[in-house]
């Protein structure tokens, strides 16, 4: 019997455990993938802390990369040794109104999130549907790479879908785990890109990674310093902190939209503030897998980073604490042997 190796969370609440189990065979749609590394992302907290409709024990864990070592019986496309990566998105039919609506992500027959629903990537192996695959560019190195699974291509996402166009001004709110890559991919994609964070520790760092300006909030009010500049066409807010996210939504330009990808409680706006400028505030699924494949390529084509730190796999609870404690620089990502 050939077994494998896992970090389960055993039940809502509880630390992990290292357990050593069966390899489970693919089913007609999946494929097994061999795990390289798996980024250590909050959204974890949600399978660690019990939300609604978990079973456990769950393995969690939603940006991976690894190489497939068995593919089921009716996987078309994909052969053994592919290397794929498999973010939060957990798979689609392909044939429900949602998916032949390109909704994927809201699929009838298929729900929940990779780490979350079905076992994710804190483990030697796992399963996959062949749907939720994205292939990755050869020059990617897995453990560096495998935070734009979901941090990646959340960011990128919400920024290419907001509506700015080349050279209009992108606020991103936050230089954390998402912030950072933030920076990064609204600089590529040719907006003016503003940095908006407390202090000015990190004010160096943000302009290294393609900021044009930089605003203090903890020393300006953010909403007013963008509306001197003109007012953001976009703002991607990564902060969870609710009132920092209200502290800001003022700064949005006429037409201008904040997409919300890192809040954690409800936020209160005052609507004159959006409706005097025909302004929005929306939320963005992270991605399907093609978008994950768009995240990946860009990345590869303009030298795109996650600045992660490494911990073996042995040491996931010890990865979850840091994560989970803000400490982090800036993504945490275990690497199997």
Same mark, same amino acid.
């Given at each position: 019997?050939?077994?494998?190796?896992?970090?389960?969370?055993?039940?809502?609440?509880?630390?992990?455990?290292?357990?050593?189990?069966? +390899?489970?065979?693919?089913?007609?749609?999946?494929?097994?993938?061999?795990?390289?590394?798996?980024?250590?992302?909050?959204?974890? $907290?949600?399978?660690?802390?019990?939300?609604?409709?978990?079973? @456990?024990?769950? +393995?969690?864990?939603?940006?991976?990369?690894?190489?497939?070592?068995?593919?089921?019986?009716?996987?078309?496309?994909?052969?053994?040794?592919?290397?794929?990566?498999?973010?939060?998105?957990?798979?689609?039919?392909? @044939?429900?109104?949602?998916?032949?609506?390109?909704? $994927?992500?809201?699929?009838?027959?298929?729900?929940?999130?990779?780490?979350?629903?079905?076992?994710?990537? @804190?483990?030697?192996?796992?399963?996959?549907?062949?749907?939720?695959?994205?292939?990755?560019?050869?020059?990617?190195?897995?453990?560096?790479?495998?935070?734009?699974?979901?941090?990646?291509?959340? /960011?990128?996402?919400?920024?290419?879908?907001?509506?700015?166009?080349?050279?209009?001004?992108?606020?991103?709110?936050? &230089?954390?785990?998402?912030?950072?890559?933030? &920076?990064?991919?609204?600089?590529?994609?040719?907006?003016? /890109?503003?940095?908006?964070?407390?202090?000015?520790?990190?004010?160096?760092?943000?302009?290294?990674?393609?900021?044009?300006?930089?605003?203090?909030?903890?020393?300006?009010?953010?909403?007013?310093?963008?509306? =001197?500049?003109?007012?953001?066409?976009?703002? &991607?807010?990564?902060? /969870?902190?609710?009132? $920092?996210?209200? =502290?800001?939504?003022?700064?949005?330009?006429?037409?201008?939209?904040?997409?919300? &990808?890192?809040?954690?409680?409800? +936020?209160?706006?005052?609507? +004159?503030?959006?409706?005097?400028?025909?302004?929005?505030?929306?939320?963005?699924?992270?991605?399907?897998? $093609?978008?994950?494949?768009? /995240?990946?390529?860009?990345?590869?084509?303009?030298?795109?980073?996650?600045?992660?730190?490494?911990?073996?796999?042995?040491?996931?609870?010890?990865? @979850?604490?840091?994560?989970?404690?803000?400490?982090?620089?800036?993504?945490?990502?275990?690497?199997?042997?």
């Amino acid at each position: 019997m050939s077994t494998m190796r896992a970090m389960i969370v055993p039940q809502a609440g509880a630390p992990f455990e290292l357990v050593e189990r069966e +390899i489970p065979t693919p089913g007609r749609h999946e494929v097994l993938v061999k795990v390289q590394a798996c980024g250590v992302c909050h959204s974890d $907290a949600m399978t660690v802390g019990g939300a609604p409709g978990i079973e @456990y024990p769950r +393995i969690p864990g939603h940006e991976v990369i690894g190489t497939i070592e068995v593919v089921g019986a009716d996987v078309d496309g994909w052969s053994v040794g592919d290397r794929v990566g498999v973010g939060w998105f957990p798979g689609s039919c392909g @044939y429900c109104p949602h998916c032949r609506r390109s909704e $994927a992500y809201a699929c009838d027959n298929v729900h929940g999130a990779t780490g979350v629903s079905r076992d994710g990537g @804190y483990a030697t192996h796992m399963l996959a549907l062949a749907s939720a695959l994205a292939h990755v560019p050869a020059s990617l190195d897995s453990v560096e790479s495998a935070p734009l699974l979901c941090a990646g291509v959340t /960011t990128f996402n919400a920024i290419r879908n907001a509506g700015a166009r080349a050279g209009d001004l992108v606020a991103v709110h936050g &230089i954390g785990g998402l912030g950072h890559l933030g &920076i990064q991919f609204a600089a590529r994609l040719g907006f003016r /890109t503003v940095a908006v964070n407390r202090g000015t520790d990190k004010e160096g760092l943000a302009r290294s990674l393609g900021a044009h300006d930089y605003i203090d909030s903890a020393a300006n009010d953010p909403a007013q310093a963008l509306r =001197a500049m003109g007012g953001a066409r976009v703002i &991607i807010a990564t902060v /969870t902190a609710t009132d $920092a996210m209200q =502290a800001i939504v003022g700064g949005l330009g006429a037409g201008g939209t904040m997409m919300v &990808i890192g809040a954690t409680g409800p +936020i209160q706006i005052n609507p +004159i503030e959006l409706i005097t400028k025909s302004a929005g505030v929306r939320g963005w699924y992270s991605g399907v897998s $093609a978008d994950s494949e768009d /995240t990946l390529r860009f990345s590869e084509l303009h030298a795109i980073a996650s600045m992660n730190e490494i911990y073996p796999f042995e040491q996931a609870q010890a990865a @979850y604490d840091h994560m989970i404690s803000g400490k982090a620089r800036f993504r945490v990502v275990l690497k199997m042997d």
